[in-house]
């Protein structure tokens, strides 16, 4: 479990393929009866991760695929079709501070951008300078309670050590007595607070969500002043 709601699986891919930080794989069931649903689940391993994939998947209780994916036994087979997707994407030649942003489960494919940072912070720095061991790295996260924050303790331990990434959380709805830290919907105040010295500067901002949370923080980045073209967006859906 990576969260109340949300449990980790993974799969080991008999064609592995190279994939980028950000994309998704469909996955498709088939009854007895030939009845296929399929949906797409965004991949939460570095892309250094070879061989396996890993989801965060989110149980809706009345939902036809998570419900089944959590009862999966070990060593089960599901078809997958991936990695999938071109625009939501994120690459550490890519320069410039990373704002991630997510709420529910669109943490997931965030975390495949923290990961894929996490792996390059020894690599050498590009003849610009730049180096993975100076990014700052903002990963901003809305979810109901504290419970549901997804990756709570690898994100603790992350933005416990490494000065330069700023995990901020937001709980919405039940938030423990000693929280300190916000507790409402993020707003255009809250980002103005934590990444308005980001405004004028090469940022990239990764929003993933349910649809409306994505919509309402992208708009209010662009209210900010952050250039749309530096704003990438994915929708779960909900
Ligand atoms: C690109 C992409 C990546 C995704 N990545 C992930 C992921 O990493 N983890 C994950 O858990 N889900 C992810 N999703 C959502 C996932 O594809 C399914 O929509 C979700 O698991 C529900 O499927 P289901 O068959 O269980 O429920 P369904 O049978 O499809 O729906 C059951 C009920 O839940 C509602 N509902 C559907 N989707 C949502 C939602 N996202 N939030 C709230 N209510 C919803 C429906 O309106 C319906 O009332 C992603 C979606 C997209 C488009």
């Known amino acids: 479990m990576v969260a109340d709601n949300v449990m980790s699986l993974t799969f080991s891919l008999p064609q592995w393929q190279s994939f980028k930080a950000g994309q998704h794989y469909d996955i498709r069931l088939t009854a007895p009866g030939g009845y296929m649903a399929e949906r797409s689940y965004s991949i939460a391993s570095s892309p250094e991760d070879k061989g396996i994939v890993e989801y965060g998947v989110q149980l ?12 999966l036994a ?32 669109g943490m997931v494919p ?29 990963f901003m996260i809305s979810a109901r309670t504290y419970e549901h924050i997804l990756y709570r303790r690898e994100l603790e331990r992350i933005g416990s050590q490494d000065r330069n990434i700023n995990v901020v959380a937001t709980i919405t709805d039940n938030a423990p007595e000693s929280w300190s830290g916000y507790k409402r919907r993020i707003d255009k105040e809250m980002l103005e607070e934590i990444l308005g010295k ?39 859906g909900g």
């Open 60 to 71: 809706l209780e009345d939902g036809e695929v998570s419900p089944y994916l959590w009862k």
């Open 74 to 105: 070990e060593g089960k087979q599901v078809e997958m079709r991936g990695p999938i997707g071109g625009h939501f994407i994120w690459d550490v030649s890519v320069p410039g501070p990373l704002i991630l942003i997510g709420g529910g489960s």
């Open 110 to 138: 965030l975390m495949s951008m923290l990961r894929h940072h996490a792996n390059h912070l020894d690599d050498p720095p590009s003849p610009e300078g730049f180096g993975e061991a100076k990014r700052e790295i903002v």
């Open 198 to 236: 980001y405004k004028n500067t090469d940022a990239k901002t990764f929003i993933c969500g349910p649809t409306p949370f994505v919509e309402a923080v992208a708009k209010h980045m662009k209210a900010l002043g952050f250039k749309s073209s530096d704003i990438k967006t994915e929708r779960f």
